[in-house]
Nanobody, 120 residues
Framework: QVQLVESGRGLVQAGGSLRLSCAASGRTFSSYAMGWFRQAPGKERKFVAGITRSGTNTYYADSVKGRFSISRDNAKNTVYLQMNSLKPEDTAVYYC?????????????WGQGTQVTVSS
């Protein structure tokens, strides 16, 4: 069992930056691929970024490529999402997830979500 807790919620202006963190419980953090997803009001939850167990490979949705960066610190059981050049359309609840594979989109555990609001 893995418990995930996101932090870093905030209100920023367009063009600004924000960093989200997701802390995981348990001793097996490094055995999970990690991902970030987001859900805007009235829309379905969508993949934003993913990172493999070792952190060697990262994956991004086209909408955030070049602006967002995912990283992890296995010693701290934490995954991060650095968000730069934020746009109003990035406004959403952001969720972190742990799973067996980014490529096959197999996600087993979810955090409670954290709100990000970007004003124009």
């Amino acid at each position: 069992q893995v418990q995930l807790v996101e932090s870093g919620r905030g209100l920023v202006q367009a063009g600004g930056s924000l960093r989200l963190s997701c802390a995981a419980s348990g001793r097996t953090f490094s055995s999970y691929a990690m991902g970030w997803f987001r859900q805007a009001p009235g829309k379905e939850r969508k993949f934003v970024a993913g990172i493999t167990r070792s952190g060697t490979n990262t994956y991004y949705a086209d909408s955030v490529k070049g602006r967002f960066s995912i990283s992890r610190d296995n010693a701290k059981n934490t995954v991060y999402l650095q968000m730069n050049s934020l746009k109003p359309e990035d406004t959403a609840v952001y969720y972190c997830a742990a799973g067996t594979s980014v490529v096959t989109a197999t996600w087993n555990y979810w955090g409670q979500g954290t709100q990000v609001t970007v004003s124009s």
